[in-house]
């Protein structure tokens, strides 16, 4: 399984993160994003199936959602819930 999976919808960026996320990924994570995002599109994420998460991901998301013109939540995971209490963040993304 790839760690992340993204499809950019004419309405929306769809973006999936699976199990583990790391600086060994934030690379081309980051390229996805800036590819896939324009600022008046959305930003879809589901992150249920992460199991690991580092900094450095976590920062590429940070500034996906502030490019995005929306950035939703549909599933969330305690992975990131700890992510965000660890570094003092509040979640940028909008749970639905």
Request: proline share 8%.
């Amino acid at each position: 399984m790839k760690p992340f999976a993204i499809d950019p919808n004419p309405d929306a960026v769809h973006l999936r993160l699976n199990a583990e996320v790391t600086i060994e990924q934030a690379r081309a994570l980051h390229t996805a994003l800036a590819v896939a995002l324009v600022p008046a599109r959305p930003l879809v994420a589901d992150f249920s199936a992460l199991t690991r998460l580092d900094a450095a991901v976590l920062q590429v998301l940070l500034s996906a959602a502030r490019v995005a013109s929306r950035a939703q939540l549909t599933a969330p995971s305690p992975v990131w819930t700890a992510a965000l209490k660890r570094h003092g963040l509040a979640n940028p993304f909008v749970q639905t």
